[in-house]
Structures are given as structure tokens and as C-alpha cells.
């Protein structure tokens, strides 16, 4: 008898079909296994019979995905049926999906559908864009895939030289066996599947290739289907941005062949301000007139604004070159006898109006300085009209600004989910927080706060970072009950807690100047302001005696704001002074943020950033911390301890941590004087070379083998 292995067992089974439902029969229940064939309605009979009814169940699945693709907006539903059904199929313990995309000129891979197993739901496996991992083209198995464009079965990707890790570290999974495919468009890559470790077996086999290459046919079908889509709703956007030249060139309607200004724009006339002398007093506004208006047919407004030039013309019924109306305009037998026309220019030189003028009251033509009164009049028309476009603009800016300001709001503000975190009335009273009853939600509140001494709120070195965000918050409420804020000046509860979250939100997510340090800058205020009470023995009458004196003094010496800063300075710069543990990650955190600047300043802007912020200069980062404590931050806290003693052990920490960076600092300078002495001893040494070096056997060298400084040999 031969050897009984996996493929022989298969083949046996799929050429006796009856046999195995036999044999199944008895072991699992009769419901389970017909379950497979509940759309079929075929007999297994022999093996030409079971593929049959394979294909059916087959063509079934994909009849249901195509008409996913025709309900569904997006690839991700139906690429990820597919790939639970493939990772089903060739046994596979999860399959992702990698798009191919370009940032910069730069081709990349990013993460879209990760670690899809057969129960898996779309939820879990589609990557949230802040979650995507994104690597080039030259980095990994599928990175190389997707350069080569073709399909690899490995057995074990330590032995593959394209293998990367990263991801393995990032998600703690360990990959032995992989197989990937690429979808393509044309020439074009669109995306990358991979199924990862055979169930089973130690390599993916030929015939799961084969399938693998059979189904992601189908997969380029809804790619390329998507893609197509997308490279529409492209043109569609184009085509909209340039909606009013689309109609010129394709010929469905004439260019503009109006008359346009000097500077190239089009004279359209949106409306006549018509101000009325004669007769009553009248003042009329025309919005959008008609081009047979009667100011308007004459040409002479398109002319001016054309062309630039005042026109003064008298006896307008006998000009040939313009239009004029002859007949009287209106009951008043009111007729038009002579003109001046100017155009009104901005500050930009731009013509934004015409200003005409009929009919000099003493029935004179209008005369040169009649021109010059009506040009400096003009003058102040275009300032109006300066005014009402700015008046415009400020409007739609303000709307713009309102609009930004409700959407930030409505980005940070605190959600009733977030409320509950902190206060969680449901549980407590089964209400919600403002149907509850002032004086017990505070104290409930109060009781869902850390105790000040536990996380040592009181102290100067306080430290956030073994603090969670969410106990952050709640610190922070905690500050204003210490400060008897809440009770003092009524302020619900909830309200402070929605307040201290919105703070919270509005700080953006960056390296050091985050939350955190906000956090931090606010707690060290809070424990100057609650250990620094010299007035807390003083009766009323006293405090106010005292608090009088020092206005005097204030107002005499302009102490007040120096004061102030010199607190506010203190908070800012108390991670200088907290315990070495904790200053030390804090730098190295505002040195990153200041490298991440320094490496926009390079690439972007493309210029030197200064030693502060460059990154290739990271070694020296003892010796700025060394020079920023010597020469910014000792005078403030020295100073400051002069007047109150509390703040001594600032002081003291600040002195702590200059120890400890001038140590790594000596250690720097050590190792660079070490590197210009082998440099100095290497130049001196190459120097004796080339002085050694030349000349010859033959005499009128100077010296001995010396070398000529009059003469070369070539």
C-alpha cells in the first residue's frame, strides 16, 4: 500500500463522491452537509456531478457579487466577499488588499481591506485612512509585486530578499507563507491581493494559484469597474471647473466678441444708477438693464469703457457715430442735447463704471473744467465702489468665518457619549445630567475625580505622561473644585465637564505642543496660585488694606506686568524643572517637533534651518539644552524664588537637569575634540607624505629626496 498523504486522500474523494456522503452521513448530521447545497438542485451522484454542482454554487456567488457591484457605491463590499471566499477556497488564514496609488510623483501601496478571513466583517478589515499602511513600491514582497507586475508564490518569506517585516511588527502576526497577485489596468497597477499562511500546510500549492489567479479576474473586473468610475466623476469635475470654455470649444457656442476693456475684461453693464435733476428730484436703480436701454443703445457707455477716454460731445442730434434718441425721453419733453462721459477707475487702474452727465442746466456744452470737476469726481465714485466691494467681501468673509467657526465648534464640542464618560448619570440616577439635581451632581462629579494627592496635582513635579487622556480631563475639573470655582460662582457641572472637553479637542495632535503641554502649563499656574497664599491670615478688611497698598505700588512701579509674565513664563517653562525621568522624555519630544519644522523648512521652502531645528544636528541637543537653561530659563526661576521661596524646588530641579545635560554634553564635546585631533593628526601626517613623497635620485632638489616648489615634473 502507498503512502497515504493530503493530495491522494482528495483525489479519492473527488472521484467517489458517494462514498464521502456516505461517509459524512454517519458523522456530522445530514442538515449540515446538505446546507452546502441548499440552492443546488442536483444529485451527487458521481464526480462529473459534484463539479457540476460546484460550478453552479460557484456561478451563484458571483451572480450575487455582480449584482453587489450594481447596488453598491463602493469596491470595498464586494473585493471583500471575494476575498472571504477565496481565503475559504485555497485555505488561506487571511487575505488583504493593497491599492496602488501616487502622492508627490511618488508610487505607493497602501492598506486598504486587512487580515479578511471567512467570518470576518467588513467593519473590523477596512482601514480607516489615519489607520492606512502606506509604503513605496521598493519596500516588501508586495512592493515587488506590484513593480513587476507579476504573481508570487512563496513558501517561506524569510528566504525572500524582497521580505519585509515591518508589518509583522506592527501587527504581532508572524507571515511564513504568502501569495500575491496583481490587478492591472492597461500598463497601470491598480491594486495588490495577498493571502498570507496556508492552513494546513506549510506552501500554498499550484492549484491554489491557478484559482487565485482565476478569481482576482473577477476582482480586476470590480477594480477596473471602479477605476473607470472614478476616472469619470474626474472629467465630470473638470469639465465643471471649466464649464464656461467647454461650450467654446466644443463649438456649441461662439467666443465673446464683445467689447472688452484696456485690461482684456468683458464691459458688462449689471446696473444703471439713473439720478434725475430735472424737474423732481428722483434717484433710480435699474438692475440687469436691457441692452436697448436708452443710456445704453447709444454705444457711448461701451465706447468709454472700451476704449478708455472721456468723451465730451455737444449737439448729440447731429452726431452720425452714435445712436443718440432724438425724440423726447418722457412727458416732460425732456431731450437729450449734450454729453460728457468719463470712465471710474480703481486704485488698480481698473475700469469699473462709467459716469455720464446730459445737459449743463444753463444749456451750455460742458466746458475743460467742468472735465476736471467731473474727473476728480470720479475719483470718489471709484472709492465707492471700492467700498461697496469691500463692504461685499467683508460680508462673505464674515459668512465664511461664521461658517468655519460652527463647523469648529461642532468638531469640539463635547458629545453627550463623551459627557457620560466623565459623569455618568444614566448609571447613577437614571437621568440624564441636566435633568439631575444640581447640588447631588456636583458632589457625584467630585466623586468621580482623582484625589489631588494621588496624582500629586499639587506638586511642581507633576508629571502626565503615566496619566491617561481621559484622567487628564478629570484632572482638570479637578483644578477648579480645589479652587472652589464650581461653588463660588454656580457653575453646573456639566457644563464645566463639556467645557474641559472641547478644550481638550481643540488642540491639535502634534508632537509636544499638544494637549498635554497645555495641560501641563495650566497645572503648574494652579500650583503657584494655591501654594503661593502670603495673604491667607489676613481678616477682609486687612486683605483689602494690603491689595490697595500694592495698586499704589503698582501704578508708582509698573511691576504688575512684569509679574504676570514672569509667572507665565514660569508655567510655560516648567518641563524644564520637572524630575530628570521626565524632563529628558520632554525634550527629546520638543526636539522631534522642532525636527519635523526643520525638515518641512528643508524639503518645502528649501532652505537651512537653523541648529535648533536641524535634524542632522540631533547630537548636539545636551549642548542647546545646556545653553537654553543658562540663558533663558535660570533667570526666570532664580528671580522668581527671590520673592517666594516655594518656588525653590523648581529652582532645585532646574540645577538638577543642567547637571545631567552638561554630563552628555562634555560627553559630545569629548568625542567631537577626539575627531578633530585624528583629523588634525591625519592632515599633518598627509602633509609629511607629499612632502616626502616627490623629487627623485638626481641633485638641485632643496635636500635630500626633497621636492621642487619652482618646477614640475609631468
Not at 133 to 151: E, M, N, Q, S, Y
Not at 257 to 281: A, C, M, N, Q, S
Amino acid at each position: 500500500m502507498g503512502e497515504l498523504n493530503t493530495e491522494s486522500v482528495e483525489k479519492y474523494l473527488e472521484n467517489n463522491p458517494q462514498f464521502a456522503k456516505e461517509y459524512f452521513d454517519k458523522k456530522i448530521r445530514a442538515e449540515a452537509l446538505s446546507a452546502a447545497y441548499t440552492d443546488s438542485k442536483l444529485d451527487v451522484k458521481d464526480a462529473a456531478s459534484f463539479k457540476e454542482i460546484t460550478q453552479v454554487e460557484e456561478s451563484n456567488f458571483i451572480f450575487e457579487m455582480i449584482k453587489e457591484i450594481q447596488t453598491s457605491t463602493s469596491l470595498e463590499k464586494p473585493i471583500h466577499q471575494m476575498l472571504q471566499r477565496l481565503s475559504q477556497l485555497v485555505r488561506a488564514d487571511k487575505c488583504s488588499m493593497f491599492l496602488c496609488r501616487s502622492r508627490n510623483g511618488t508610487p505607493e501601496l497602501t492598506t486598504t481591506l486587512f487580515n479578511v478571513t471567512p467570518t470576518s466583517k467588513l467593519e473590523e478589515n477596512l482601514v480607516a485612512p489615519e489607520a492606512e499602511i502606506v509604503f513605496p513600491l521598493d519596500v516588501g514582497i508586495v512592493g515587488w509585486v506590484a513593480h513587476t507586475k507579476k504573481t508570487l508564490n512563496i513558501p517561506d518569506v524569510k528566504k525572500n530578499t524582497h521580505f519585509c517585516d515591518f508589518v509583522d511588527k506592527q501587527t504581532g502576526y508572524t507571515t511564513t507563507s504568502m501569495l500575491a497577485t496583481p490587478i492591472t489596468y492597461g500598463k497601470e497597477v491598480l491594486a495588490v491581493i495577498m493571502a498570507i499562511n496556508k492552513i494546513g500546510e506549510p506552501e500554498f500549492s499550484k492549484a491554489d494559484e491557478e484559482l487565485f489567479v482565476k478569481y482576482l479576474n473577477f476582482a480586476s473586473f470590480i477594480l477596473t469597474h471602479y477605476h473607470i468610475t472614478y476616472l469619470f466623476n474626474v472629467e465630470s469635475r473638470r469639465s465643471q471647473e471649466f464649464y464656461d470654455e467647454w461650450p467654446i470649444k466644443l463649438g456649441e457656442q461662439e467666443p465673446y466678441t464683445g467689447p472688452k476693456t484696456p485690461d482684456g475684461r468683458e464691459v458688462i453693464f449689471y446696473k444703471i444708477v439713473d439720478y434725475i435733476l430735472h424737474g423732481t428730484e428722483e434717484i433710480k436703480v435699474i438692475p440687469s438693464p436691457p441692452p436697448d436701454h436708452w443710456s445704453l443703445v447709444s454705444g457711448l457707455p461701451t465706447y468709454v469703457a472700451e476704449n478708455g477716454f472721456i468723451c465730451n460731445m455737444m449737439n448729440v442730434a447731429a452726431d452720425e457715430y452714435f445712436t443718440f434718441q432724438k425724440e423726447s425721453f418722457d412727458e416732460t419733453g425732456w431731450v437729450m442735447k449734450n454729453v460728457l462721459s468719463l470712465p471710474i477707475v480703481n486704485k488698480k487702474e481698473e475700469i469699473v463704471g462709467i459716469a455720464t452727465f446730459y445737459n449743463r442746466k444753463d444749456g451750455r456744452p460742458f466746458d475743460e473744467h467742468d472735465e476736471q470737476i467731473t474727473e476728480a469726481l470720479t475719483q470718489f465714485l471709484g472709492w465707492s465702489v471700492l467700498n461697496t466691494d469691500t463692504y461685499d467681501r467683508l460680508n462673505k468673509m464674515e459668512n465664511r468665518k461664521d461658517i468655519a467657526q460652527e463647523m469648529l465648534m461642532y468638531q469640539t464640542k463635547c458629545t453627550k457619549s463623551e459627557l457620560l464618560t466623565v459623569m455618568n448619570t444614566l448609571e447613577k440616577f437614571n437621568a440624564e445630567p441636566e435633568d439631575c439635581d444640581p447640588k447631588d451632581l456636583i458632589k457625584f462629579l467630585k466623586s468621580n475625580l482623582p484625589d489631588p494627592k494621588d496624582v500629586e496635582l499639587y506638586e511642581f513635579h507633576f508629571s502626565d505622561l503615566p496619566v491617561t487622556e481621559l484622567d487628564l480631563i478629570k484632572c482638570g475639573i479637578r483644578c477648579f473644585y480645589e479652587i472652589n470655582v464650581v461653588e463660588k460662582f454656580k457653575v453646573p457641572p456639566e457644563v464645566l465637564t463639556r467645557w474641559m472637553y472641547t478644550v481638550r479637542k481643540g488642540y491639535r495632535d502634534i508632537t509636544y505642543h499638544n494637549w498635554r503641554h497645555g495641560f501641563n502649563v495650566g497645572q503648574t499656574m494652579f500650583s503657584l496660585l494655591m501654594s503661593l497664599n502670603i495673604f491667607q491670615n489676613l481678616q477682609k478688611r486687612q486683605f483689602e488694606t494690603v491689595v490697595h497698598l500694592f495698586e499704589i505700588a503698582i501704578i508708582a512701579t509698573d511691576l504688575a506686568l512684569y509679574f504676570k509674565a514672569m509667572m507665565m513664563t514660569g508655567c510655560d517653562l516648567s518641563a524644564i524643572t520637572k524630575p530628570w525621568e521626565v524632563q529628558s522624555k520632554v525634550a527629546l519630544m520638543v526636539a522631534n517637533e522642532f525636527w519635523e519644522q526643520g525638515d518641512l523648512e528643508r524639503t518645502v521652502l528649501d532652505q537651512q534651518p537653523i541648529p535648533m531645528m536641524d535634524r542632522n544636528k540631533s547630537a548636539e541637543l545636551p549642548k542647546l539644552q545646556v545653553g537654553f537653561i543658562d540663558f533663558v530659563c535660570t533667570f526666570v526661576y532664580k528671580e522668581f524664588s527671590r520673592f517666594h521661596k516655594e518656588i525653590t524646588p523648581m529652582l532645585s530641579g532646574l540645577q538638577n537637569n543642567r547637571v545631567e545635560w552638561k554630563a552628555l554634553a562634555d560627553v559630545y564635546e569629548a568625542k567631537m575634540k577626539v575627531i578633530e585631533e585624528e583629523k588634525k593628526k591625519k592632515e599633518e601626517e598627509d602633509a609629511k607624505k607629499a612632502e616626502g613623497g616627490g623629487g627623485g635620485g638626481g641633485g638641485g632638489g632643496e635636500g635630500e629626496g626633497g621636492k621642487s616648489k619652482t618646477c614640475t615634473i609631468f
